[in-house]
C-alpha cells in the first residue's frame, strides 16, 4: 500500500506535535514533509525566556534534533517558506519554487507578533520577542555596559523578556497599557505582587502608561515618549503586546479566514483535505496563544488522521508562568462575574495570595500567585464541572487538604488528622505540636495556644480548628473566646494590629496592607477601604497618595450629600468670624446657583443646601474668588472652631478666645482625623462656646488656658474631662496639636476622640501630652503632615483636578430620541 | 456618536472604558433618571439605574468593592451584577439593570427603541 503524503507548514510546537501524536499512533501510515521559515529544528518556543536570561542554551530547548526527521522518515526543509497553496492540485509551493504534492495538509504556521504602528518603529534596535533571532539580538544589546531595555506590553511575553533582560544586567522597564500586569491571566491583587515581585527583581513598571513615539538617534532607538510626556531612555526597545494569527496563506488559497484559519471540532479547515492547528488556528471564535490547548488540538488531530473522528471541544484556559521566581497561575473566569462568589486566601509570610472564583456551587476561575501546587486539581474540578459546595471550606487550601477532610464533619476531621498533619499553614504548626502543648502545659484558650504555639497567630483561618483540638481536648471547659473586633469581615484582624503593621512593615499602599494582613476579600469593602485610606495617609504623610475610590462620597467629592442626592455646601468661617465681603460672595452665590437653602449651623457658618454635583466646581470657584474654603463639613477631619467673642469685647472675658480659636483653625484646617473633631474657644468659664462638649476645648481663665478633650453632644451626650493646663496661648496651640496628633496615630477608624479617651484612658493621654518631649515631637509630626494636607480641596477642583467626578461620562442619552 | 440599532435595542457609545475609574462609577444622565456605569477592581463593567431600591440613593457614588456598591445613603450593598441588595437586606427590590455591551474599549448602553 502505497503512504499518503502529508505536508506540514510549520515546523514549530503545534506542527511537530501534530506529526508526533500521528506516529505514535501509526508510525507508518504516512510520508511527511515539514516546511520550516526558521532555518532550524524545532525547539521550544516557550522556553526562549530562560533562554534569554542566560538559564538555558538553544540545545538545552530543541525538542526534536535532526536524528529524529531522519529516523522517522521526514523531510525536514527548514528556512523555506511556503508561499501559496494549491487547493486544486493539492500542492504547495516555496519562494524558491519548490513544489509538493498531498494528501493530507496540515497548518500549523503560528502567529506573528504584533507591531505598534509608533513613530520611530522602523528603528534599529526596535524588535519583538517571538524566535531565536530576536533572542538574539536582545543578548547583543545586554552586552552595552549599563544599557537600558524598554518593553512595551506587562503581559506574559513582555515581562519574560524583562526579566531576562534585567537578569542580563539592563535596567528594564515595561510599560503596560492598563494598571494591572497581566490582566488577561491576573485579577488586581495577584498582579499588585507580580509588579512588587519584579521590581525586587529590578525590573520597573510603568502602568496605565500610552506609548506616544519612539525617539531615535542616528538610525537607532534612543528612548521612548509616552503621551503623558515622560521620556524612557533605552538602548532596546521590545515590543510585545500580543500576537495576530498567520491566515494570509489560508486567505489567498481561498479557505475560510476569520482572525485565524476557521476549523472544525476535527480541526479541518472549510477544504476537507486541509486542517490547522496552534495559533494560527480559530476554534469556535477563539484563537489560542497558550500551549495548553495547542496539544489538546494536536491530540484531537492525529486521532482524526489516523483512528477516525475525534472532536475538541475548546480548552479551559489556563497560564503557569514562572517570572522572576515566582509562580503564577490563573484559569477560566478568574475575575469572577454575574453570580460568581470568591474564594480568597493570602499568606502575607510565604507571599501567597489565591482567588477561587465559584459559580453555582462549581469551580468558574483561579488566580494562585506564589504556590500553584493546585493549580491542575482546580482546573479538573473546573473541567468535570462538579460540585463543591461541599468541600468549599477547605477548597482553598487545596486537594491534600480537602480529600483528608472530605465527607467529615469538622471536629470529627480534626481528629481524624494525623498528628504531623499541619494546622497552622503560616507558622508551620502540625496538630501534634498543638495537642502534646496542649496537655503537657495545660493550655485552656486560644490565646494560650497561640502564645505557646503561634498557631493561628497569623491570618487566623485555622482559628476553628484550633478550636476544635481544644474541645477535643478540654471537652465542655472550653468556651470559645470573642478578641478584639475585626475591622469587618475581610480580615480577622482588629485596627490596631492593622495600624501597628502597616508603620512596622512600612506598608504604603491599600494592596500592600490586604496583603500583610490576609485580607479575605479581592479588593476590601466599604468599612475597611476608608479605614486603611486613612490609616496610610495619616502613617505616611507627602507619601503615600490618597485613594480617592476608597472615600466615603462627601470626601471624595468635598461636600455632603443630601437624601435626594444633591450636596450641601460649607465654606469656612474661621473661629465663626465672617465680613460683608464674604456674606455678600455667599448671597451671590445663592443666588446666581438657585441654591433653595441657606442655613445657619451649629458651628458657626454657613451651609448652602441643595446643589446639584455638576455646578458644586463653579460654586466653589466663586467662593474662593471671595477667599473662602472648604469647610470640611463633609469629612472625618477638623470641622468646626467654635468661639465667643473674649476679653476683646466681653467684659468677662479673660483672653483673646477668638483670637486663639482664629489661629487654631488656621493652623489645623485641612487636617484628616480617625472622625471628626469639632474645636470650642470660651472667653471665660461661663463657656458661650459650649467647648464643654467639643472633642477638644478651651477654657481660658485669668492664669491661662484649660484644656478639655472627650466632649460629645449627638448620639451621645456627655462632658469634656480637663487634660492639661498651660499659662500661653502658644503652649495651647502646641498642646492641641499634640492632642489631635496622638489621636490620629492611635485611635481606630471611626473613633471620636471621646471613645478613644474611654478605651486608652485619660491618664494617658494626659502623661504623654504633659511630657514636653513628647508634645513637641506629636507637634513636630501634626505639623510635618499638615504641609502637606493644609490645601483647599475646592481650589485645587476648581483648578481641574478630578473633573470626571463632576461630569456625567455621557450626555448623548439625556434626551428623548424620535 | 455612534448609535448602532440591533433588533428593537438602540446602542449608544457613551465613552471608553477607561473613562470609568477602577472601584468606581460614572453617571449617564436620561430622561428616566441617571444611569451607573460602574467599573470594578478587576475591570468588569456594569450599568444599573442609579437608583438604590431602599430610599432611592445614587449608587454611583457608592463604594465599589468587589462585584457590588455600597449605597452612600444607608450603606445597603448592591450586587452590581443583578443589581439586587445582598445580605439581610436581599429580597427587597432592586437596581434595574441596564443593557451593556463593550465594544473594542468602549461602552455601549441599550434602551429600548421607540414604537413607531
Known sequence: MTKQKLVVIGNGMAGCRAVED??????????????????????????LSPVLAGEKAFDDIVINDEAWYRDNGIALHAGRKVTAIDPAAKTVSTQDGLCAAYDVLI?????????????????????????????????????????????????????????????????????????????????????????????AKGVETVLAGQSEEILGADGRVSGLRLKDGRVLPCDILVMAVGIRPNAALAKAAGLAVNRGVVVDDQMRTSDPSIFAVGECAEHRGIAYGLVAPIWDMCRTLAQTLTDGPAAYEGSVLSTRLKVSGVDVFSAGRFSGGED?????????????????????????????????????WYVEL???????????????????????????????????????????????????????????????????????????????????????????ALGDSFKAQTGPKPVCKCTAHPHETVRRTIVAEALKSIPAVMQALEWTTPDGCAACRPALNYYLICAWPGEYSDDKQSRFVN????????????????PRMWGGVTSSDELRAIADVVDKFAIPMVKVTGGQRIDLLGVKKDDLPAVWSDLNAAGMVSGHAYGKALRTVKTCVGSDWCRFGTQD???????????????????????????????????????????????????????AAGLHIRGTELLTKVASEDEALWSICAIAQLYREEAWYGERIYKWMERVGVDAIRARVEDPDERQALHDRFSFSQRYYRIDPWAQRVAGRHGEEYTPLSRLMESERT | ??????????????????????????????????????????????????????????????????????????????????????????????APSVPLRLDNGRVLLGAARPAH
Open chain 1, 22 to 47: 500521528i506516529l505514535k499512533r501509526d508510525p507508518h501510515r504516512y510520508e511527511i514533509t515539514i516546511f520550516g521559515a526558521e532555518p532550524r529544528v524545532n525547539y521550544n518556543r516557550i522556553m
Open chain 1, 107 to 199: 497548518l500549523a504556521n503560528g502567529s506573528d507578533p504584533v507591531r505598534l504602528p509608533l513613530p520611530g518603529s522602523d528603528l534599529a534596535g526596535v524588535i519583538t520577542f517571538r524566535d531565536l533571532d530576536d533572542v538574539d539580538a536582545m543578548v547583543a544589546a545586554t552586552e552595552t555596559p549599563d544599557g537600558r531595555a524598554v518593553v512595551i506590553g506587562g503581559g506574559l511575553l513582555g515581562l519574560e523578556a524583562a526579566y531576562g533582560l534585567a537578569k542580563r544586567g539592563m535596567k528594564a522597564t515595561v510599560v503596560h497599557l492598563t494598571d494591572v500586569l497581566m490582566e488577561r491571566q491576573l485579577d488586581e491583587s495577584a498582579g499588585f505582587l507580580l509588579a512588587e515581585a519584579l521590581k
Open chain 1, 657 to 711: 478666645s477668638t483670637g486663639l480659636g482664629v489661629r487654631l483653625e488656621k493652623y489645623m484646617w485641612g487636617s484628616w482625623t480617625p472622625a471628626k473633631v469639632k474645636l470650642g474657644v470660651s472667653g471665660c468659664p461661663r463657656n458661650c462656646a459650649e467647648s464643654t462638649c467639643k472633642d477638644i476645648g478651651v477654657i481660658c481663665v485669668d492664669s491661662g488656658y484649660e484644656i478639655h478633650i472627650g466632649g
Open chain 2, 1 to 94: 456618536m455612534t448609535v448602532v440599532s440591533q433588533d428593537s435595542i438602540i446602542w449608544t457609545d457613551v465613552g471608553a472604558v477607561t473613562d470609568i475609574p477602577l472601584r468606581g462609577a460614572r453617571r449617564v444622565p436620561t430622561p428616566q433618571g441617571d444611569i451607573a456605569v460602574f467599573r470594578s477592581g478587576d475591570g468588569e463593567v456594569f450599568a444599573l439605574r442609579d437608583h438604590c431600591p431602599h430610599k432611592g440613593g445614587p449608587l454611583s457614588q457608592g463604594i465599589v468593592h468587589g462585584h457590588a456598591v455600597t449605597c452612600p445613603l444607608h450603606n445597603w450593598i448592591i450586587d452590581l451584577a443583578t443589581g439586587a441588595p445582598t445580605g439581610s437586606d436581599s429580597g427587597k427590590g432592586c
Open chain 1, 340 to 376: 460568581c462568589e470568591d474564594i480568597v486566601f493570602r499568606d502575607a509570610g510565604r507571599g501567597v495570595y489565591k482567588r477561587l472564583v465559584l459559580k453555582d456551587g462549581k469551580v468558574a476561575g483561579a488566580v494562585l500567585f506564589g504556590d500553584v501546587a493546585d493549580g491542575g
Open chain 1, 555 to 570: 470626601e471624595r467629592v468635598h461636600a455632603n450629600i443630601q437624601k435626594d442626592g444633591t450636596y450641601s455646601v460649607v
Open chain 1, 382 to 472: 473546573m473541567r468535570s464541572g462538579e460540585d463543591v459546595s461541599a468541600i468549599r471550606e477547605s477548597l482553598v487550601f487545596g486537594q491534600a487538604v480537602t480529600e483528608g477532610l472530605r465527607g467529615l464533619d469538622p471536629k470529627a476531621a480534626v481528629a481524624a488528622m494525623a498528628d504531623d498533619a499541619e494546622i497552622c499553614g503560616c507558622n508551620g504548626v502540625s496538630k501534634g505540636q498543638i495537642t502534646t502543648a496542649i496537655a503537657g502545659q495545660g493550655l485552656t484558650s486560644l490565646d494560650d495556644v497561640r502564645a505557646v504555639t503561634k498557631a493561628s497567630g497569623s491570618c487566623g483561618s485555622c482559628t476553628p480548628r484550633v478550636e476544635h483540638l481544644l474541645k477535643l
